[in-house]
Protein backbone atom coordinates (compact mmCIF):
# COMPACT_ATOMS: atom_id res chain seq x y z
CA UNK A 1 0.00 0.00 0.00
CA UNK A 2 1.28 3.51 -0.37
CA UNK A 3 1.78 6.33 1.53
CA UNK A 4 -0.81 8.04 0.17
CA UNK A 5 -3.18 5.34 0.47
CA UNK A 6 -5.69 5.14 3.31
CA UNK A 7 -7.07 1.16 4.31
CA UNK A 8 -10.74 0.94 3.53
CA UNK A 9 -12.83 1.51 6.79
CA UNK A 10 -16.34 0.06 7.57
CA UNK A 11 -19.26 2.67 7.73
CA UNK A 12 -20.04 2.98 11.59
CA UNK A 13 -23.59 3.67 10.96
CA UNK A 14 -24.36 1.30 8.55
CA UNK A 15 -22.40 -1.24 10.13
CA UNK A 16 -24.41 -0.65 13.14
CA UNK A 17 -27.83 -0.33 11.21
CA UNK A 18 -27.20 -3.85 9.70
CA UNK A 19 -26.22 -6.01 12.64
CA UNK A 20 -29.14 -4.36 14.19
CA UNK A 21 -31.65 -5.28 12.00
CA UNK A 22 -30.27 -8.70 11.66
CA UNK A 23 -30.48 -9.05 15.39
CA UNK A 24 -33.66 -7.67 15.62
CA UNK A 25 -35.27 -10.14 12.92
CA UNK A 26 -33.92 -12.65 14.69
CA UNK A 27 -35.43 -12.30 18.09
CA UNK A 28 -38.94 -11.31 16.32
CA UNK A 29 -38.07 -14.97 14.83
CA UNK A 30 -37.26 -16.53 17.89
CA UNK A 31 -40.30 -15.22 19.68
CA UNK A 32 -42.63 -16.39 16.80
CA UNK A 33 -41.12 -19.77 16.89
CA UNK A 34 -41.56 -20.60 20.72
CA UNK A 35 -44.93 -18.45 20.65
CA UNK A 36 -46.05 -20.59 18.02
CA UNK A 37 -44.37 -24.63 17.68
CA UNK A 38 -42.26 -24.14 21.16
CA UNK A 39 -39.46 -24.28 19.76
CA UNK A 40 -36.65 -22.17 21.20
CA UNK A 41 -38.48 -21.39 24.99
CA UNK A 42 -35.47 -21.43 26.98
CA UNK A 43 -33.70 -19.12 24.58
CA UNK A 44 -36.86 -16.91 24.70
CA UNK A 45 -36.66 -17.02 28.44
CA UNK A 46 -33.14 -15.78 29.14
CA UNK A 47 -33.96 -13.34 26.40
CA UNK A 48 -36.59 -12.27 28.00
CA UNK A 49 -34.83 -11.50 31.50
CA UNK A 50 -32.51 -8.81 29.10
CA UNK A 51 -35.68 -7.07 27.05
CA UNK A 52 -38.08 -5.61 28.75
CA UNK A 53 -41.50 -6.42 27.67
CA UNK A 54 -40.14 -9.79 25.08
CA UNK A 55 -41.78 -12.82 25.60
CA UNK A 56 -42.19 -16.01 23.78
CA UNK A 57 -45.72 -14.40 22.35
CA UNK A 58 -46.93 -12.47 19.61
CA UNK A 59 -46.73 -9.37 21.44
CA UNK A 60 -43.93 -9.76 23.26
CA UNK A 61 -42.15 -10.77 20.38
CA UNK A 62 -42.39 -7.10 18.60
CA UNK A 63 -41.06 -5.73 22.11
CA UNK A 64 -38.19 -8.00 21.69
CA UNK A 65 -37.42 -6.77 17.84
CA UNK A 66 -37.25 -3.01 19.41
CA UNK A 67 -34.82 -4.01 21.95
CA UNK A 68 -33.32 -6.56 19.50
CA UNK A 69 -32.70 -3.89 17.04
CA UNK A 70 -31.20 -1.68 19.67
CA UNK A 71 -29.22 -3.49 21.13
CA UNK A 72 -27.52 -4.61 17.65
CA UNK A 73 -27.40 -1.16 16.67
CA UNK A 74 -24.89 -0.24 19.36
CA UNK A 75 -23.13 -3.28 19.50
CA UNK A 76 -22.46 -2.73 15.69
CA UNK A 77 -21.51 0.75 15.95
CA UNK A 78 -18.87 0.27 18.98
CA UNK A 79 -17.09 -3.01 16.73
CA UNK A 80 -16.99 -1.09 13.90
CA UNK A 81 -16.02 2.07 15.74
CA UNK A 82 -13.16 -0.03 17.34
CA UNK A 83 -12.75 -2.01 14.39
CA UNK A 84 -11.50 1.24 12.26
CA UNK A 85 -9.46 2.51 14.84
CA UNK A 86 -7.34 -0.36 14.93
CA UNK A 87 -7.39 -1.06 11.42
CA UNK A 88 -6.01 2.90 11.43
CA UNK A 89 -3.48 2.73 14.27
CA UNK A 90 -1.51 -0.63 11.90
CA UNK A 91 1.79 0.29 10.64
CA UNK A 92 2.19 -1.10 7.15
CA UNK A 93 5.09 -3.46 7.39
CA UNK A 94 8.38 -2.89 5.04
CA UNK A 95 7.71 -5.10 1.77
CA UNK A 96 10.95 -7.99 1.17
CA UNK A 97 13.54 -6.48 -1.16
CA UNK A 98 12.35 -2.73 -0.59
Given at each position: ????????????????????????????????????????????????SIYIGFSPTIAG??AGAVWGFV????????????????????????????
Amino acid sequence: MADSERPMTLGVISFGLAIGTTWGVFVFILGIMAALFGWGVEAAQILSSIYIGFSPTIAGTFAGAVWGFVDGLIAGVMIAWLYNKFLLRRRPRPRDGA
